[in-house]
Protein backbone atom coordinates (compact mmCIF):
# COMPACT_ATOMS: atom_id res chain seq x y z
CA UNK A 1 0.00 0.00 0.00
CA UNK A 2 2.76 2.50 -0.95
CA UNK A 3 1.96 5.85 -1.63
CA UNK A 4 -1.10 5.61 0.24
CA UNK A 5 -1.65 9.39 2.65
CA UNK A 6 -2.54 8.38 6.49
CA UNK A 7 -4.04 10.47 8.82
CA UNK A 8 -2.63 9.48 11.84
CA UNK A 9 0.72 6.81 12.04
CA UNK A 10 -0.87 4.41 14.94
CA UNK A 11 -4.26 3.40 16.13
CA UNK A 12 -4.30 1.54 19.25
CA UNK A 13 -6.98 -0.78 20.64
CA UNK A 14 -6.37 -1.44 24.72
CA UNK A 15 -8.35 -3.73 26.56
CA UNK A 16 -9.24 -1.08 29.35
CA UNK A 17 -8.58 2.18 30.42
CA UNK A 18 -5.54 1.03 32.50
CA UNK A 19 -4.04 -0.31 30.16
CA UNK A 20 -4.52 2.61 27.15
CA UNK A 21 -3.39 4.69 29.74
CA UNK A 22 0.00 3.14 30.32
CA UNK A 23 0.60 2.72 25.94
CA UNK A 24 -0.01 6.18 25.94
CA UNK A 25 2.39 6.84 28.50
CA UNK A 26 4.60 4.58 26.91
CA UNK A 27 4.46 6.58 23.42
CA UNK A 28 5.19 9.97 24.95
CA UNK A 29 8.82 8.50 26.07
CA UNK A 30 10.03 7.64 22.23
CA UNK A 31 13.49 8.07 22.95
CA UNK A 32 13.24 5.18 25.63
CA UNK A 33 11.54 3.34 23.51
CA UNK A 34 14.18 2.98 20.35
CA UNK A 35 11.34 4.76 18.35
CA UNK A 36 10.15 8.31 16.66
CA UNK A 37 7.70 10.32 17.93
CA UNK A 38 3.87 9.31 16.19
CA UNK A 39 0.88 10.86 15.77
CA UNK A 40 -1.98 7.79 17.20
CA UNK A 41 -5.42 7.65 18.44
CA UNK A 42 -5.99 5.46 21.74
CA UNK A 43 -9.28 3.38 22.13
CA UNK A 44 -10.82 0.95 24.65
CA UNK A 45 -12.84 -1.80 23.95
CA UNK A 46 -16.14 -1.79 25.34
CA UNK A 47 -15.86 -5.93 26.03
CA UNK A 48 -12.67 -5.56 27.13
CA UNK A 49 -10.09 -8.66 27.30
CA UNK A 50 -12.31 -10.68 25.58
CA UNK A 51 -13.46 -8.13 22.89
CA UNK A 52 -10.22 -7.73 22.11
CA UNK A 53 -9.39 -11.38 21.50
CA UNK A 54 -12.34 -11.96 19.59
CA UNK A 55 -13.45 -8.37 18.02
CA UNK A 56 -10.66 -6.53 17.48
CA UNK A 57 -10.61 -6.71 13.73
CA UNK A 58 -14.36 -5.40 13.23
CA UNK A 59 -13.53 -2.94 15.63
CA UNK A 60 -10.22 -1.45 13.92
CA UNK A 61 -11.28 -2.48 10.30
CA UNK A 62 -12.78 1.25 9.81
CA UNK A 63 -9.46 2.81 10.75
CA UNK A 64 -7.69 0.42 8.23
CA UNK A 65 -7.72 3.58 5.35
CA UNK A 66 -6.90 6.46 7.98
CA UNK A 67 -4.17 4.83 10.22
CA UNK A 68 -0.13 3.33 8.49
CA UNK A 69 -0.49 0.70 11.63
CA UNK A 70 -2.63 -0.57 14.44
CA UNK A 71 -1.53 -2.07 17.80
CA UNK A 72 -3.97 -4.59 20.02
CA UNK A 73 -2.90 -4.65 23.56
CA UNK A 74 -4.99 -6.90 25.82
CA UNK A 75 -4.21 -9.26 29.26
CA UNK A 76 -4.01 -13.38 28.45
CA UNK A 77 -6.06 -13.73 31.98
CA UNK A 78 -9.78 -12.77 31.54
CA UNK A 79 -9.41 -13.04 27.66
CA UNK A 80 -11.12 -16.09 27.37
CA UNK A 81 -8.48 -18.81 26.04
CA UNK A 82 -6.29 -18.63 29.19
CA UNK A 83 -5.27 -22.19 28.27
CA UNK A 84 -3.55 -20.95 25.28
CA UNK A 85 0.20 -19.23 25.18
CA UNK A 86 0.27 -15.25 24.59
CA UNK A 87 2.19 -16.15 20.95
CA UNK A 88 -0.69 -18.24 19.92
CA UNK A 89 -3.51 -16.15 20.66
CA UNK A 90 -1.47 -13.29 19.07
CA UNK A 91 -1.27 -15.22 16.21
CA UNK A 92 -4.70 -15.91 16.15
CA UNK A 93 -6.24 -11.90 15.98
CA UNK A 94 -2.92 -11.12 13.67
CA UNK A 95 -4.53 -13.42 11.06
CA UNK A 96 -7.96 -11.64 11.25
CA UNK A 97 -6.65 -8.10 11.58
CA UNK A 98 -4.77 -8.71 8.38
CA UNK A 99 -7.75 -10.42 6.78
CA UNK A 100 -10.13 -7.32 7.84
CA UNK A 101 -8.21 -4.97 5.51
CA UNK A 102 -4.84 -4.64 8.15
CA UNK A 103 -2.51 -6.77 5.67
CA UNK A 104 0.68 -6.36 7.54
CA UNK A 105 0.39 -3.27 9.13
CA UNK A 106 -1.09 -5.02 12.48
CA UNK A 107 0.30 -6.12 15.61
CA UNK A 108 -1.17 -7.79 18.79
CA UNK A 109 0.79 -7.59 22.61
CA UNK A 110 -1.25 -10.39 24.77
CA UNK A 111 0.66 -9.46 28.39
CA UNK A 112 1.08 -12.61 30.49
CA UNK A 113 -0.92 -12.88 32.59
CA UNK A 114 -1.88 -9.52 33.41
CA UNK A 115 -0.80 -5.47 33.25
CA UNK A 116 1.35 -5.62 36.22
CA UNK A 117 3.76 -7.63 35.02
CA UNK A 118 4.90 -4.97 32.85
CA UNK A 119 5.29 -1.94 36.01
CA UNK A 120 7.37 -4.91 38.24
CA UNK A 121 10.23 -3.69 38.33
CA UNK A 122 13.49 -2.93 40.99
CA UNK A 123 13.76 0.61 40.02
CA UNK A 124 13.36 2.86 43.08
CA UNK A 125 10.47 4.81 41.54
CA UNK A 126 8.17 1.71 41.63
CA UNK A 127 8.89 2.08 45.48
CA UNK A 128 8.13 5.58 45.55
CA UNK A 129 4.87 5.63 43.28
CA UNK A 130 3.44 3.01 45.53
CA UNK A 131 3.95 4.45 48.42
CA UNK A 132 7.06 1.91 49.54
CA UNK A 133 10.05 5.17 49.76
CA UNK A 134 10.56 5.58 53.60
CA UNK A 135 8.94 1.80 54.37
CA UNK A 136 11.15 -0.46 56.45
CA UNK A 137 11.28 -3.53 55.05
CA UNK A 138 11.69 -2.25 51.50
CA UNK A 139 9.25 -3.48 48.90
CA UNK A 140 11.25 -6.46 47.09
CA UNK A 141 12.33 -7.86 50.90
CA UNK A 142 8.79 -7.87 51.86
CA UNK A 143 7.77 -9.18 47.99
CA UNK A 144 10.32 -11.99 49.51
CA UNK A 145 9.28 -12.05 52.57
CA UNK A 146 5.68 -12.67 52.08
CA UNK A 147 6.79 -15.94 49.50
CA UNK A 148 5.46 -13.61 46.27
CA UNK A 149 8.63 -13.17 45.21
CA UNK A 150 10.82 -16.34 44.92
CA UNK A 151 14.42 -16.80 44.74
CA UNK A 152 16.44 -15.48 41.82
CA UNK A 153 13.22 -14.13 40.06
CA UNK A 154 12.62 -10.64 38.95
CA UNK A 155 8.50 -10.52 38.95
CA UNK A 156 6.16 -11.59 41.86
CA UNK A 157 3.77 -14.12 41.58
CA UNK A 158 0.58 -12.43 41.04
CA UNK A 159 1.80 -9.73 39.92
CA UNK A 160 -1.57 -8.03 39.97
CA UNK A 161 -2.52 -9.31 43.61
CA UNK A 162 0.89 -8.52 45.12
CA UNK A 163 0.91 -4.76 43.45
CA UNK A 164 -2.44 -4.14 45.16
CA UNK A 165 -1.44 -5.89 48.44
CA UNK A 166 1.55 -3.54 48.58
CA UNK A 167 -0.53 -0.50 48.07
CA UNK A 168 -3.13 -1.71 50.32
CA UNK A 169 -0.59 -1.95 52.90
CA UNK A 170 0.82 1.78 52.94
CA UNK A 171 -2.42 2.62 52.33
CA UNK A 172 -1.95 3.79 48.80
CA UNK A 173 -4.72 4.78 47.15
CA UNK A 174 -5.50 1.99 44.15
CA UNK A 175 -5.88 3.83 40.65
CA UNK A 176 -5.00 3.80 37.13
CA UNK A 177 -2.45 6.51 37.86
CA UNK A 178 -0.20 3.97 39.75
CA UNK A 179 0.37 2.10 36.17
CA UNK A 180 0.62 5.06 34.25
CA UNK A 181 3.02 7.01 36.52
CA UNK A 182 5.29 4.19 36.73
CA UNK A 183 5.69 3.63 32.53
CA UNK A 184 6.51 7.15 32.87
CA UNK A 185 9.40 6.72 34.93
CA UNK A 186 10.74 3.13 34.69
CA UNK A 187 13.72 2.54 32.77
CA UNK A 188 13.14 -0.16 30.04
CA UNK A 189 16.62 -1.43 29.38
CA UNK A 190 16.38 -4.38 31.95
CA UNK A 191 12.94 -5.53 30.87
CA UNK A 192 12.74 -8.78 29.68
CA UNK A 193 8.97 -9.90 29.72
CA UNK A 194 8.57 -11.16 26.40
CA UNK A 195 5.22 -8.86 25.47
CA UNK A 196 6.94 -5.73 26.03
CA UNK A 197 9.70 -6.52 24.08
CA UNK A 198 7.93 -7.82 21.08
CA UNK A 199 5.76 -4.38 21.71
CA UNK A 200 9.15 -2.33 21.72
CA UNK A 201 10.34 -3.97 18.78
CA UNK A 202 7.56 -3.74 16.71
CA UNK A 203 7.37 -0.19 17.44
CA UNK A 204 11.23 0.83 16.67
CA UNK A 205 10.39 -1.63 13.05
CA UNK A 206 7.28 0.45 12.49
CA UNK A 207 8.80 4.15 13.38
CA UNK A 208 12.11 3.81 13.46
CA UNK A 209 14.49 6.97 14.84
CA UNK A 210 15.22 9.36 11.58
Known amino acids: MSGVSYKRDLTVLAADQMI ?12 A ?14 QRDPGCRTRSDSFLSQYASLSRHALVVFDRE ?12 EADVEERLRASGWDN ?19 PHVDTILG ?14 TGRL ?9 PKESMQSAARLVR ?24 FLKLRSVLQSWFPVE
Open 33 to 46: LGMRRVTAELYSHP
Open 132 to 145: WKDHNPCLRTWLSE
Open 20 to 31: EGVVRALLARPE
Open 150 to 158: PSGQMKPLG
Open 105 to 123: RAAVIVIDPELEQWVWSNS
Open 172 to 195: TPWSSSLHRDIARKVSFERCVDGA
Open 78 to 89: GCGDERSPREAI
